[in-house]
């Protein structure tokens, strides 16, 4: 059965410091990787979807990586910033179900000004 | 630019008592969700329809009913609510399957007494 693993559970940083969100899987049968944000109160929002076949994907400060054999992905972000708090989701899309996500509980991020 | 819309966004309950959760998209996708929130465990998919006419359980269906009534608008019952499914309840939505980028709700807090 797949499960999905977030270390640390809560992060507290300050401003301007990079950072890395850590992201672990049991079974590397995967389509993709995807990492969510959520506000408190608030939806999820898709930030980044990494293929299977791809080893990272950027959009502005943030960086996704996607190693598939050791079952792990990192979010990086640079130049962390306050409007960055906020619990980061990742979650993968299995092999044997691509109607389904499996998501990680959340490690919650806190970036002091 | 509405997205995905839930209703209500709050509700209380008592037990036994049942209720339909509402949900409805804009963005002419195919594929809806349900999945519930609860502390500590991040998303759970309770059930999915892959499109227009079809549903499916996912990983935690027991005590829940959905109906995709159109295109738009994907329902989920709660016949006789217990205090175990209080719970933070979030539709989300994709074009096709899971593995392409979810369009989540706001989701519905719910609490049971």
């Known amino acids: 059965k797949q499960e999905v693993t977030q270390i640390p559970a809560a992060l507290s940083v300050p401003e301007g410091e990079n950072l890395v969100l850590n992201c672990s899987f049991t079974?590397?049968?995967?389509?993709?990787l995807q990492w969510f944000r959520q506000d408190p109160g608030k939806g999820l929002t898709s930030l980044l979807l990494?293929?299977?076949?791809?080893r990272e994907q950027t959009s502005g400060r943030l960086n996704a990586s996607l190693d598939k054999s050791s079952g792990r992905s990192t979010l990086y972000i640079a130049a962390s910033q306050p409007g960055d708090s906020a619990t980061y989701l990742c979650?993968?899309?299995?092999?044997?179900?691509?109607?389904?996500?499996?998501f990680g509980s959340g490690t919650r991020l806190l970036v002091r000004p | 630019n509405a997205g995905v819309t839930q209703t209500p966004k709050f509700q209380v309950l008592k037990t036994g008592q049942s209720m339909t959760l509402q949900c409805a998209q804009d963005?002419?996708?195919?594929?809806m969700y349900w999945y519930r929130q609860d502390p500590g465990m991040g998303l759970r998919l309770i059930y999915y329809?892959?499109?227009?006419?079809?549903?499916d359980k996912g990983e935690v269906p027991n005590g829940y009913n959905v109906s995709r009534l159109n295109k738009r608008e994907f329902s989920l019952r709660l016949e006789s609510a217990a205090p175990s499914q209080t719970s933070v309840y979030f539709c989300a939505s994709t074009r096709d399957r899971a593995s392409q980028p979810q369009h989540f709700g706001d989701g519905t807090r719910l609490s049971i007494l």
């Open positions: 079974d590397s049968a995967i389509y993709n």
């Open positions: 963005m002419n996708h195919n594929s």
């Open positions: 990494i293929q299977s076949s791809q």
């Open positions: 979650a993968v899309c299995p092999m044997d179900s691509s109607y389904k996500l499996i």
């Open positions: 329809s892959a499109s227009e006419g079809t549903t």
